[in-house]
């Protein structure tokens, strides 16, 4: 797997969380052959024993369930420590969600009929910022305490976590809230990962502008997932072959920060180098 992702010509892959246990010592030992270096992790990675798919949600920080917390925390362990011994630079996390109805399908459902105008939408919109507002507190309270005891453990593994933003309206933290978390935990070992097709799916729904929410997070900015979306939410797609405008986000990028191409397992080899190319020729080799 690692040879055929440096075949394509990467000099680095990020070990997603779809990673089996049973992979692991042929990718450390591809590792250290030389073969790959890793730039990032994917929490949980690898998966926990029994779970054979990618399972970024399967325990909550969250949660207010106690054995699911610990279980959040015995994973996420596992994988700051296998991030250190691979002698990657960061990993990318999950928050957790807020225990309400599915709205992101609805919405993005009707973006697809062009309702996002209607009156309908608007309602759908307002009732769900209503509940987020009134049930977030004890969920994000949670989320923030895994993430207080998480920071101290990268830190001491010299590791970076990168807060992920989300698609999916129902989990944490809302793009609104991302700026003021990161203020509260104003340290080296924490920052802000950005997911290019998440960013775009919020902005076809309505609710952020892209290039304006990525240029306020910015100064804590650690990496990037890199793909496109069709609109309005099919993500995973090949960069220049959707609605993400990758040229309005070029003055934000630095070389320093991390691009992982989050690609669909759908896509030809010709068809991932085609959008790699088309990102390079915008943000520049770096």
């Known amino acids: 797997m690692l040879r055929e992702i440096r075949s394509l010509g990467f000099e680095y892959a990020e070990l997603s969380h779809g990673i089996r246990i049973s992979l ?51 994973h996420s362990v596992k994988t700051i ?20 109805k599915p709205y992101t399908d609805r919405l993005l459902e009707m973006v697809q009929k062009g309702l996002k105008e209607s009156p309908k939408y608007a309602a759908l919109r307002a009732e769900l910022m209503e509940k987020w507002e009134d049930k977030k507190q004890p969920f994000v309270e949670r989320a923030s305490e895994m993430l207080e005891r998480l920071s101290g453990l990268a830190a ?21 809230d991302l700026q003021m978390l990161l203020l509260e935990f104003n340290r080296p070992a924490v920052g802000y990962w950005h997911d290019c097709g998440h960013a775009q799916i919020k902005e076809n729904l309505g609710f952020i502008e892209h290039r304006a929410h990525l240029e306020a997070m910015a100064p804590r900015l650690l990496g990037f997932h890199v793909h496109d979306v069709v609109f ?24 320093e920060h991390i691009k992982v191409f989050e690609l669909s397992p759908r896509l030809s080899s010709e068809g991932a180098a085609e959008g790699v190319a088309f990102v390079k020729g915008l943000w520049g080799a770096a």
Request: glycine share 8%; net charge negative.
């Open 24 to 74: 692991l010592p042929g990718i450390i030992e591809g590792v250290e052959a030389g073969d790959i270096k890793i730039s990032s992790l994917h929490n949980f990675c690898p998966l926990p024993m029994g779970v054979n798919h990618a399972a970024p949600n399967l325990y909550q920080f969250s949660s207010p369930d106690r054995r699911e917390q610990e279980n959040a925390w015995r």
């Open 156 to 176: 001491q593994h010299g590791l970076k976590l990168g807060i992920e933003n989300r698609q999916a309206l129902e989990e944490i933290p809302l793009d609104s």
């Open 232 to 255: 309005p939410g099919r993500d995973h797609a090949a960069p220049g072959s959707g609605c993400v405008d990758f040229a309005a986000l070029q003055p934000m990028i630095k070389p």
């Open 81 to 100: 420590e296998t991030a250190a011994r691979v002698k990657a630079q960061a990993v990318v996390l999950h928050m957790g969600s807020i225990d309400m």
